[in-house]
């Protein structure tokens, strides 16, 4: 037996926390137990620590903490990321650009709106091939997912949307595939019209954001000076809930407007209680925005708040990126754009220069040369491979290792105490200490 090479332990209070990023993994220990796995690590002796301390042994065993000898670890984790990313053939997911444009122009957007671009129906039909090579009596998958993004997707929503999502909801159901739809809209053009007609598909989520409480938003995201769109976007929500559709707001924030973020829970205030399960709400830093560990705690605090006011406030994710990659690490997934041509990362702009494919008028989805390096851009670096916590990190996404093709990069810049950090907070959140 050895010990594995995803181990890590940190101090925590008087005791210590030992985990292992392959199973996921912790034990929390005392000081007596540390010295002694220590000692066993240093003079590479577990059949004298199994002799001593038989039931530890077995629990160090059992949680991955020690392994087989000749149990190839690295190779696991490769083996796990080709069974997620490379080998799923049970379910497509369909992101679809219906348009670039957008009713707003917020200052950090990545996206370039471009004013007049909406899907023609010659894209749509191709589209609905798609839809049929992919679902037929042959084919595995059980599950088919779109989901809407842009630009603004309810800009085009009956001419667009509303087409396409019938057929797909008559087709799935043909062939007794599961078809559901998220959106990610910034949440203006929802009405009780477009509730009602999408009263008959599923819907996993709707993703809508906030730039901070009434004033802050309304200075970034407006329709005209004079017209801002806090309070229709806050309607909306409250629609939503009211139709017990799941919606996440998400709050953008911003060291300048992380003040006013108190009073959005205020203007929730009026939902009824048994309608705020369907309501999660998650707290993200503005991309541009510099370092800001220091907000942490603000940010903290805000948590606590929502909550105490009944809101269902997320602490942000735990990773586990290897199990659970971004959609564009994997090649069960595409994004079309309104003009036909493919991409795969959703937090980059939709430039023809980046573009890595285009749906072909049969439905086929023609991929280039860089969609075949980002399906393999992982995994090809140095630090990565030698890193404690690779199984939780991936290594970055696929988007990210196609940017550095070539680098010897940690994408976090992380040195082993930042490492540890995120560990200790993964287990902070898991035995919900961390709030
Ligand atoms: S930046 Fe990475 S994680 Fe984000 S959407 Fe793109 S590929 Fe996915
Ligand atoms: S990107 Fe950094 S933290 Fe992530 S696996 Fe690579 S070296 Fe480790």
């Not at 990773?319 to 041509?341: F, K, M, Q, V």
């Not at 990069?409 to 105490?417: G, L, W």
Request: proline share 3%.
């Amino acid at each position: 037996m050895k010990f594995s090479r995803f181990n890590t332990t940190i101090a925590y209070t008087d005791k210590f926390v030992l985990y292992n990023a392959l199973q996921n993994q912790f034990l929390y220990i005392n000081p007596l137990i540390k010295e002694l796995i220590d000692a066993s690590h240093d003079h590479d002796d577990l059949v004298g620590l199994e002799k001593l301390h038989p039931s530890l042994f077995e629990a160090l065993r059992e949680k991955g903490f020690i392994v087989e000898t000749n149990y190839d670890e690295l190779q696991e984790v490769i083996a796990i990321r080709e069974r997620v990313d490379l080998e799923n053939e049970t379910f497509f997911h369909l992101t679809i650009n219906p348009t670039m444009n957008c009713n707003f122009s917020c200052w950090y957007c990545y996206e370039s709106h471009e004013k007049k671009s909406k899907m023609e129906s010659e894209t749509i039909e191709k589209i609905k091939a798609l839809i049929e090579s992919k679902i037929n009596a042959t084919s595995k998958i059980e599950r088919f997912h779109i989901a809407w993004f842009g630009g603004e997707p309810f800009l085009y929503f009956d001419r667009i949307i509303m087409p396409i999502i019938k057929f797909a909801h008559e087709y799935c159901s043909k062939f007794g595939v599961k078809f559901d739809n998220g959106f990610t809209t910034n949440g203006f053009l929802i009405n009780t019209g477009n509730i009602t007609a999408l009263k008959p598909y599923d819907i996993t989520n709707f993703q809508i954001t906030l730039d901070g409480g009434r004033e802050e938003h309304n200075s970034v995201r407006f329709v005209n000076d004079k017209r801002g769109s806090y309070d229709e976007i806050v309607a909306n929500i409250k629609l939503l809930c009211k139709h017990k559709r799941n919606t996440t707001l998400r709050i953008n924030y911003t060291k300048k407007n992380l003040p006013s973020v108190t009073n959005i829970a205020q203007d929730f205030d009026e939902i009824p209680i048994k309608d705020r399960d369907y309501l999660s709400i998650t707290f993200h830093k503005v991309w541009q925005e510099e370092n800001t560990e220091s907000l942490k705690d603000t940010v903290s605090s805000l948590i606590k708040y929502f909550r105490s006011k009944g809101l269902n406030a997320l602490v942000g994710g735990l990773p586990d990126n290897l199990r659970h990659s971004c959609y564009a690490d994997r090649n069960n997934h595409a994004t079309i754009n309104y003009n036909g041509e493919l991409f795969k990362c959703t937090a980059r702009d939709f430039k023809s220069q980046n573009r890595e494919g285009f749906i072909d008028k049969n439905g086929s989805l023609v991929w280039n040369e860089t969609y075949h390096k980002r399906l393999d851009a992982k995994f090809k670096n140095k630090p990565c491979l030698t890193c404690s916590i690779l199984p939780i990190c991936n290594g970055g996404c696929s988007q990210v290792a196609l940017e550095n093709i070539d680098k010897d990069y940690c994408v976090y810049n992380f040195d082993e105490n930042s490492k540890k950090r995120v560990v200790l907070e993964k287990f902070l959140k898991l035995t919900n200490t961390y709030l």
